[in-house]
Nanobody
């Protein structure tokens, strides 16, 4: 089970940190991804981190502003979002997939959280 938290309403230029707590099973060896779904649009890739935290991947739209990290001792993945823009408004989901191949494809992720709303006002 994956449970996201930390969403909310923030002004443009502000910051939020999302958390994704994993429970109920081990996700050892799984890549952990963040995706988002803006209103009326398709779900899109945001960032992924490998199980050991050694590699991270970002969508071009968030590179340099967002940072994905994890704490294996706490079974938690984080998404630090800085310099937020109105176009970052979306429901944000964390997800898990075995291995890192095709990390950008939401169809490859087997486990999903329920999502957390992020709204950035202009």
């Amino acid at each position: 089970q994956l449970v996201e938290s930390g969403g909310g309403l923030v002004q443009a230029g502000g910051s939020l940190r999302l958390s994704c707590a994993a429970s109920g099973r081990t996700f050892s060896g799984y890549a952990m991804g963040w995706f988002r779904q803006p209103p009326g649009k398709e779900r899109e890739f945001v960032a992924t981190i490998t199980w050991d935290g050694g590699s991270t991947y970002y969508a071009d739209s968030v590179k340099g502003r967002f940072t994905v990290s994890k704490d294996n001792a706490k079974n938690t993945v984080y998404l630090q979002m800085n310099s937020l823009k109105p176009e970052d408004t979306a429901v944000y989901y964390c997800a898990a997939k075995w291995g890192v191949a095709n990390y950008y494809s939401h169809a490859k992720y087997a486990y999903w959280g329920q999502g957390t709303q992020v709204t950035v006002s202009s």
